[in-house]
């Protein structure tokens, strides 16, 4: 079973820039989808990216061009670079690994990492 850990979060002016990382531990890690999902208050958890095995990536129409997906699979690591962040981008970010691009995640959901933007 894979276990993630999300980290990087914290407190940012809007337009400003965050680099989220997710490890994990597990060798299915570098031949699994991963998605990045987000959980603003009173909201429910919402689907942001996601990144493939060899690279590829999806996103939700209101990050693109904002946000990118990375992923180093030998550090077992994956990453979301966000940059003109936004104040409705507050949110804690969650990682996991999933059977398709939107959707269909099997692994623990972790801690999440807090992403605060200030207006």
């Known amino acids: 079973q894979v276990q993630l850990v999300e980290s990087g979060g914290g407190l940012v002016q809007a337009g400003g820039s965050l680099r989220l990382s997710c490890a994990a531990s597990?060798?299915?890690?570098?031949?699994?989808?991963i998605g990045w999902y987000r959980q603003a208050p009173g909201k429910q958890r919402e689907w942001v990216g996601a990144?493939?095995?060899?690279?590829?990536?999806v996103y939700k129409d209101s990050v693109k061009g904002r946000f990118a997906i990375s992923r180093d699979n030998f550090k077992n690591t994956v990453y979301l670079q966000m940059n003109s962040l936004k104040p409705e981008d507050t949110a804690v970010y969650y990682c996991?690994?999933?059977?398709?691009?939107?959707?269909?995640?099997?692994?623990?959901w972790g801690q999440g990492t807090q992403v605060t933007v200030s207006s």
């Open positions: 996991n690994v999933q059977r398709t691009w939107w959707g269909g995640v099997f692994g623990s």
């Open positions: 990144i493939s095995s060899d690279g590829n990536t």
């Open positions: 597990g060798r299915t890690f570098s031949t699994n989808i």
